[in-house]
């Protein structure tokens, strides 16, 4: 009995350790939570930025948060209220009615300033988008809030959100809920500026380089620059553009400033498609030696066409007829190579048929005569000059000239390179594209140097550039739509550079220009001069055209 009594005991005591025990953990727990409850309740936090994930160029270079904005964190009071003196106009009558309000607040600072009064904090805030000349918007797109409503901004909103953070100041407050002065404000960083994001195929500087020539000539149209081999978009500019910063001002601008032009424009191609025609003609045998005696206007089917030379352009062989962008002999040239032909090679190139880019981003596909139409001789002679029902994106122009540049081989528009965690390297890499041969390699280097002759000597001398040489085709687009009974002309220059193997296509598209060879070729050689200048290139003028080949 005395034994149980005991054991009773013991075990009791034991009882009574473990509740005192689980009573005092749950104290230390319940005192922790009340602590980190009492800091909320004693401290107001003021958010000075916040961020989401970076997008980058090929070389993690970044197209956003690439700039810091000055502003102070400013605790009311007798001293911090004097910086309402530096301030001007709106700025210090919003300034003064946050003063009111008792909390602290932030306000941009004037450049100019150097000292802070007691309350006063200078920090730096990244923002998401350059003040002015935001490169590329169209691609990157721009914000809704937090969400990301166009371009890569929403394509990869969830990952970028991912990636977000913040940068606060906390504030120790009294029992009244106001500051308690004197006391600096701890800074709060939650994955601010973390630097996982997209990583894209542009490159930064030749963006800049092509937004620049293009702001410079043309006020409508549309530029891509692509690598001739892999089909790399290298540079995508559309005009007009628009503020990302300030959407509101952009939406009242006329001439769709929100319009990307170069994934989504279809536009009448004029004669660039003379490409398609000679890689054509020339893979069924015709000798680029054939000749015509170009009088100004040729009938088919009871259906006069004119060439731009109203004159005529007297006799010309295919180079001579690419040279000066003949009409009349390619209109011939695309009755003895078939409609149907040439119409199965613009497919196997890429038109008629959308590119995707990114999630949700996709080129438009332009459109391709039915191929019933192809029973039509007149049909046959629009689609053989780039006229009629055919109509192609930049993209899918760059398209083209690079399919030629690349040896015939077939080339598909990339955007995105993947996304980085640690914005060095590069994780989820997107595949490329298999290259077809659509284009016979002989076909292809011959149609490359009537490009090449074209600018050396004929209607894109305004696009050669300073060294180097280059290939190319000018372009006048008929759109059949007129404004004050004038008919609307599009023009393009689209090339590739250097002249010897070649590594970048530049098409350019002028809206209401009517010369390709006047308003486009300029673009396109301050653009080929801006690479050459970057890359440190060097090269030799290119060859004269090989006589006696057929």
Known sequence: MRMHRRTVGIFSAMVLAMTLLLFRLGAIIQGDGLSQAALRQSSYLLEVGSTRGMIYDRNFQPLVGETVE?????????????????????????????????LPFLTRLPGELRSFPAGVTPMERILRYRKSGQLAPHVIGYLDGENGAAGIEKAYDSLLKQFGGSLCLRYQINAAGSPIGGELPQEVQEGYGRPGGVV???????QSIAQSAAK?????????????????????????????????????????PFFNRAFHGEYNVGSTFKLVTASTALEQGISRFRT??????????DVTFHCHKLSGHGVLDMQGAMEWSCNPYFITLGQMAGGENILKKAQAIGFGSPSQL?????????????????????????????????????VQIAQLVSTVANGGKSVHPRLVYGTTEDG???????????????ISPAAAKRVAQFMVDTVEYGSGQKAKPKAGGAGGKTASAQTGIYEDGVEIVHAWFAGFYPAEEPRYTIVVLAEG???????????????????????????????????GES
């Open 358 to 394: 990114a999630p949700g981003i996709a080129t438009a596909s332009g459109s391709l005569p039915a191929l019933e139409a192809m029973e039509s001789p007149a049909e046959v002679a629009n689609l053989s000059f780039g006229q009629g029902k055919l109509t192609a994106t930049p």
């Open 200 to 206: 894209l195929t542009l490159d930064k500087e030749i």
């Open 292 to 301: 015509f005696d170009c009088t100004g206007a040729v009938e088919v089917e």
């Open 216 to 256: 410079r000539w043309i006020d409508k149209g549309a530029v891509v620059v692509m690598d001739v081999r892999s089909g790399d978009l290298l540079a995508v500019v559309s005009l007009p553009d628009f503020d990302p910063n300030n959407l509101s001002k952009s939406m009242t601008q006329k001439d769709s």
């Open 70 to 102: 000055a502003v102070a964190a400013v605790l009311p009071g007798e001293e911090s209220a004097a910086l309402a003196g530096k301030l001007s106009g709106e700025e210090r009558e919003a300034f003064t009615q946050k003063l009111a309000q008792r």
């Open 513 to 547: 220009m009517e010369s390709g060879g006047d308003y486009a070729a300029p673009v396109f050689q301050e653009i080929a001069d801006g690479i050459a200048d970057y890359k440190g290139m060097d090269f030799p003028q290119p060859p004269a055209s090989e006589e």
């Open 424 to 438: 060095l390297s590069i994780q989820n890499q997107e595949e490329g594209y298999a290259q077809n041969q659509v």
